[in-house]
């Protein structure tokens, strides 16, 4: 991680690391180098993915009918891929 | 000095003293594992609360781990928290020792300080405590069961202060303090509870962009602690050390208010000078053992020997100024270590005061004893034994040795 100097200061921040951005600001999706990319004709919408995500990145949307993959906060961890019973997703390198 | 107000006499060993300080310092919660020589404390308070005698939340838990964390958990979110323990207890509040001081939690523990194993032994000596001087924990080791009466109540002042928000740990020597029944001077209830106040909290920004008040409260969301990376944890280690360095005024002021309450101060509260001024030969130490140096100083300046102590109280933040100016004109200083930095060249108490001598105008011969490991007896006679080495050393200009052990059998 770079330092730089546009950082805030020891007197300018909040004692014992309070957060003064949401977690959903830290966009922590640019950690991966591998990416879930998904079949849709494989894909059942079995929905196992959605719960094996230990980010929480993967959303069923209702209106859809399908899933979405939210890659600024999906870390490439590859779960996902590995838990899909009908393989369709691969991890493709970034 | 007179006092203000009315004080009871009572019969109390350390420990109850800590107890009863603990009782009348309004404390909201306590959370605790038993521990030799500590558990007079907590089993006092639990009987305080069984007795409808406070309205504490007593926590028991299955460790002193879990016993800190419960106590860190409380704090944040503004309570009033208290703690003890010794030796092992404390070894194994390692963790969540820098995890309250890194989340500016005010929690006070009182230490019965106990050596650790191997071989077990639960006596007194320091070594439990000075593990643990880099944890960010303000430390202050008492001479009597009537200071770790008062140092308690001082401690949240001190915590608490929103300069300062930092752990405090009042140390008392096991048993020699922990079990031994003195008489000690007590306030009013009412006369502690306005002395200690209520907490004040600083504003923080939220992850909104909000000000809200620094503690964990559900109508005021905000998080504190959870990460930070290489670009911020620096900065608020910094922090901290800027609250260790505030502390220093903050535990002098605290002193002063209280002594004018209760007519009793212990130096500046940071150290405590004994017949230093004029004195050629001095020894510096902590806690209990103090108390017998003196007795071997009045023997001394009876004899005509120019002899005096420096005690420090204030162990953390180590009030360096204070140190080299009181020993300015000593010509020869011993400092007495009550543990063992195995492979270091003497003990933590020695390391630190010949450290901060180095940049003194006039530098002092200085040795080192290492004494009372494992609650070994610290006689008169042996306290003698180091002034006389002291005059041996004037009259030789030369140290034969600079780290000795006292009271061992060669
Ligand atoms: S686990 Fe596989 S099949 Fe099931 S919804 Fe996810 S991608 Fe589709
Ligand atoms: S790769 Fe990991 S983080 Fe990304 S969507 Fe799959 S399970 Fe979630």
């Known amino acids: ?94 | 000095m007179k006092s203000v107000v009315k004080q009871e006499v009572l019969a109390l060993n350390g420990d109850e003293a800590v107890a009863f300080a603990a009782k009348q310092s309004d404390v909201d919660v306590v959370a605790a594992y038993p521990i030799t020589p500590q558990t007079i404390i907590v089993e006092r308070f639990s009987e305080y609360v069984a007795n409808g005698e406070v309205e504490t939340e007593f926590v028991c838990t299955e460790s002193e781990h879990s016993a800190l964390t419960a106590c860190l958990a409380a704090s944040v979110t503004g309570a009033r928290t208290f703690t003890a323990s010794a030796s092992a207890g404390l070894a194994l509040m390692h963790e969540m020792l820098f995890v309250t001081s890194g989340c500016r939690a005010p929690v006070v523990m009182a230490i019965a300080n106990r050596a650790l194993s191997a071989p077990l032994n639960i006596h007194g000596d320091h070594s439990d405590t000075m593990t643990e001087r880099d944890s960010g924990w303000i430390q202050i080791y008492v001479e009597n069961a009537q200071e770790a009466y008062d140092s308690v109540i001082q401690a949240f002042r001190i915590a608490e202060n929103t300069d300062v928000l930092l752990p405090v740990i009042v140390g008392l020597d096991g048993f020699t303090l922990s079990h031994t029944l003195e008489n000690v001077h007590v306030l009013s209830d009412d006369a502690v509870k306005r002395f200690v106040g209520t907490r004040k909290f600083i504003n923080v920004t939220n992850h909104e962009g909000k000000t809200v008040p620094f503690k964990l409260d559900p109508n005021n969301p905000t998080s504190m602690g959870p990460i930070a990376l290489p670009n911020y944890y620096f900065e608020f280690k910094r922090q901290q050390e800027e609250a260790m360095k505030n502390a220093l005024k903050v535990i002098q002021d605290v002193n002063k208010e209280y002594a004018a309450i209760s007519g009793r101060s212990y130096g500046d509260g940071l150290v405590d000078a004994y017949h230093v001024e004029d004195a050629e030969v001095a020894i510096v130490c902590l806690g209990s053992t103090a108390g017998t140096v003196k007795a071997v100083v009045d023997e001394l300046r009876a004899e005509g020997v120019k002899a005096g102590l420096l005690r420090i109280r204030t162990f953390r933040p180590l009030p360096v100024e204070r140190i080299v100016d009181t020993l300015k004109n000593v010509k020869a200083v011993a400092v007495m270590d009550r543990s063992m930095s195995f492979g270091g060249n003497g003990g933590p108490v020695f390391h630190e005061v010949r450290h901060a001598l180095y940049d003194a105008e006039k530098h002092p011969y200085i040795v080192n004893y290492i004494y009372g490991l494992g609650g070994r007896d610290t006689s008169p006679m042996q306290v003698r034994k180091i002034y006389e080495d002291l005059q041996k050393i004037l009259r030789t200009k030369r140290v034969e040795t600079r780290v000795q052990h006292l009271g061992l059998r060669e």
């Open chain 1, 1 to 94: 991680m770079r330092v730089t100097a546009k950082e805030k200061s020891w007197k300018e921040i909040s004692p014992a690391g309070v957060c003064w951005k949401a977690s959903t600001q830290f966009l922590t999706g640019d950690w991966k180098t591998y990416k879930p990319v998904r079949d849709l004709e494989k894909c059942t919408r079995c929905l196992l993915c959605v719960l094996f995500c230990p980010d929480g990145a993967i959303h069923w949307k209702p209106e859809k009918g399908d899933i979405e993959f939210d890659y600024n906060f999906c870390k490439g961890c590859g779960i996902c891929a590995n838990e899909c019973p009908a393989k369709a997703i691969e991890m493709k390198l970034e």
